[in-house]
């Protein structure tokens, strides 16, 4: 994004932060090509994340299958934390004049502080032996609460506060693929995983390039090639 666009948008971050409550996390990305992270972040503390935290791997999906061409947002889809807490997630897709994102708005609403008032109004009228049973899985304290009725959805994202852990998921969800060691890959097929990897939007993350190289036990000089390679075909 420009920089008249990311100073625009981050008074938007800090509006909606504080329009809509503490319960709101509302982050702006600048998506550039090779370091793709957060400029401008509200109600922080719900993560844990930081100006400068890695763009998510939903993120980094929406962006490699070009979600955007025939959509402008992404609503109520759940993500997980680093601290295990589950929250319900929307991204809106900043675009520019040729249609293609430059950043993106995400909101998360962490639901955790009504889940307990729920169940201290259920426990006014239940035992708390009906309550665990029937609304929330036991020991109720060592687990997040689910809401009442109906199972929770599984997340569709796990969040991280550090580019490496970002890294890590989208190369091991790869490795995962594919029946061959990766001592064992011929050079096609190093050019095929390595393609997978930029799919997936890996290497726009600072450090991705280092990582693969050490996975791999190959020279960086190497990635490269097989990067280039692919792009080509």
């Known amino acids: 994004m ?10 938007l971050v800090d509006f909606l932060g504080q ?24 109600n922080g503390r719900i993560s844990g994340r930081t100006v400068g935290s890695p763009l998510t791997s939903t993120g980094q999906k929406l962006l490699s299958q070009k979600q955007y061409q025939d959509r402008d947002y992404n609503l109520n889809y759940t993500s997980l934390l680093s601290s295990g807490k589950v ?18 708005l995400c909101i998360n609403f962490d639901d955790s502080r009504f889940h307990a008032l729920s169940d201290s109004i259920l426990k006014l009228i239940h035992p708390d032996d009906f309550v665990h049973h029937h609304y929330f899985p036991v020991p109720a304290q060592a687990q997040p609460a689910v809401r009442p009725g109906r199972p929770g959805d599984p997340p569709s994202e796990n969040i991280y506060n550090d580019v490496g852990g970002m890294v890590k998921e989208i190369f091991d969800e790869v490795a995962g693929t594919i029946s061959v060691p990766l001592d064992r ?46 792009k080509k075909e």
């Open 87 to 104: 929250v319900r997630s929307s991204t809106l897709f900043i675009k520019d004049n040729d249609g293609v994102p430059a950043g993106l």
């Open 2 to 11: 420009t920089e008249e666009m990311i100073r625009r948008y981050s008074v």
């Open 19 to 42: 329009a809509l409550g503490p319960d709101y996390e509302v982050t702006l990305y600048d998506l550039e090509p090779e370091n793709s992270t957060i400029v401008a972040i509200a």
């Open 185 to 230: 890959l011929t050079q096609d097929e190093r050019t095929q995983f390595i393609a997978q990897l930029n799919e997936r939007g890996m290497f726009r993350l600072k450090g991705a390039v280092q990582y693969a190289t050490e996975r791999l036990a190959c020279s960086q000089a190497s990635v490269y090639r097989y990067l280039s390679k692919a």
